[in-house]
Each structure stands twice: as structure tokens, then as C-alpha cells.
């Protein structure tokens, strides 16, 4: 069965540095999503892709948060500097169009030490 | 920020029980979706259902539409170890594409 990848599952890292990760979406799948889920609440959407193009990052912190998916497949999402509140789950998601149910991926941990 | 409102926050029953989770909503919705995460991992989806439908089943899934309450309630009947999860009711905005979940409810089935 198709599978949402992340990479990587895990990431420590100090306050300051920069950390990226990585996302494949499922074959065919044009909508592609990040979110970033808090212990104990639930996903709070990023940036939503549309192939190559953004149509909604309105709650990306933008001043240290980039995201891009430049052929419109796998995708990117970055943080420079990383703070201790961005320590969370980090998900990615795909769809066929945007009011279709989720494929999620197995998430990124990160710690923001 | 965060469209609905799940209830229980936690609930923990007996293995073979019935399990009843509650969510609630502010606006008008395209869909209700229902999804599922196992500690620490990505979610799964469940089941959708759709602004004009009041009912829909998957297996020992049961899921109910109340757009005048502005409410969904998912029952889990028969329920199994493997139930133990969080669930969280996620809701599709009419007229646009964002989906926006609810704060989850952690279900534990006892054995």
C-alpha cells in the first residue's frame, strides 16, 4: 500500500541551529500539507501545496519557516533559527484535492534543546 | 486556530465495551472526518462524512451528522485493545479547502 515517507523520524537539535525535513507524498497525489501537532493537541496546518504552488500558508511563522515542493513532488519544509517552542510532531500529508480525506506520514519529532 | 471541540478529552472503558466520543463545531461544514493516531505516529483516516449525510458505518465504526447541533459523535462498538489511540474529528470548512482538527480525545481500552 502507498505510504506517506518522512524523513527524518527524529531530530534533536540545538536552539539556534537549523534543521530541514523531508516528505514524499503518495504517487499522484497533487495536495501536499505540513503540519505541526503540539503534545496533547491536535495538527495545526502550515502550508498547504498545490503541485509546485502555495495556496494557504497563512499560519507559517514566516520570519524563520520556509517550505517548498519545486516539482510539485517531494517537499522540504525548514526552520532557521529553531526556538525551544517549536519543539512538536512534525506531519506531513497528501491528497487528491483538498477536501479529500488525509495520507498522513509517520511525522518528525523534533527537540529544541 | 481550532474548529471543534472533541468530548471526552480522555476515556477509558473495559475490552468489549462500546466507546462514544463527542466533537462539536462553529461553522457551516463540506465534511467531518474522523481520524486516529497510535502514540507517537502519524494518523490514520477513518471515515468521512459529508454535510448532507446524518449516518455512515465501516465495521464496528458508527458515525453520526447533527448539522442543526453542529455536532458528530463516533462509536466504537466491540471495542478491542487495539482501539487504544487518540482520535481526533477534523472538519472541512464550506467553501474552502482547509481541513482544521479538534484538540482529540485519548481513548484506552482496558483488557
Known amino acids: 500500500e502507498a505510504e506517506v515517507a518522512q524523513s527524518p523520524r527524529y531530530k534533536i537539535t540545538e536552539k539556534s541551529q537549523a534543521v530541514a525535513f523531508w516528505c514524499d507524498p503518495i504517487?499522484?497525489?497533487?495536495?501536499l500539507y505540513w503540519y505541526r501537532q503540539i503534545l496533547g493537541q491536535g495538527p495545526e496546518l502550515l502550508v498547504q501545496?498545490?503541485?509546485?504552488?502555495?495556496?494557504?500558508d497563512s499560519q507559517l511563522p514566516k520570519d524563520r519557516f520556509s517550505a517548498e515542493r519545486l516539482k510539485g513532488v517531494d517537499s522540504t519544509l525548514k526552520i532557521q533559527p529553531a526556538e525551544l517552542g517549536d519543539s512538536a510532531m512534525y506531519l506531513c500529508?497528501?491528497?487528491?484535492?483538498?477536501?479529500?480525506?488525509?495520507?498522513f506520514g509517520p511525522g518528525t519529532r523534533l527537540t529544541v534543546l | 486556530s481550532q474548529q471543534g471541540e472533541e468530548d471526552p478529552q480522555a476515556l477509558s472503558i473495559q475490552e468489549g465495551e462500546n466507546a462514544t466520543m463527542n466533537c462539536s463545531y462553529k461553522?457551516?461544514?463540506?465534511?467531518l472526518q474522523w481520524y486516529r493516531q497510535n502514540s507517537g505516529r502519524g494518523l490514520v483516516h477513518l471515515i468521512l462524512?459529508?454535510?448532507?449525510?446524518r449516518e455512515k458505518h465501516s465495521g464496528r465504526l458508527r458515525v453520526t451528522l447533527d448539522t442543526s447541533k453542529k455536532s458528530s459523535s463516533l462509536l466504537i462498538t466491540a471495542s478491542r485493545a487495539a482501539d487504544t489511540a487518540s482520535y481526533f474529528c477534523?472538519?472541512?470548512?464550506?467553501?474552502?479547502?482547509?481541513?482544521?482538527f479538534g484538540q482529540g480525545t485519548r481513548l484506552t481500552i482496558n483488557p
Open positions: 500529508a497528501s491528497s487528491f484535492s483538498g477536501g479529500e480525506p488525509r495520507f
Open positions: 461553522t457551516s461544514i463540506n465534511n
Open positions: 501545496f498545490q503541485d509546485e504552488s502555495v495556496v494557504d
Open positions: 462524512i459529508r454535510s448532507n449525510e
Open positions: 477534523a472538519t472541512v470548512l464550506q467553501g474552502a479547502q482547509k481541513l482544521v
Open positions: 504517487s499522484g497525489h497533487a495536495t
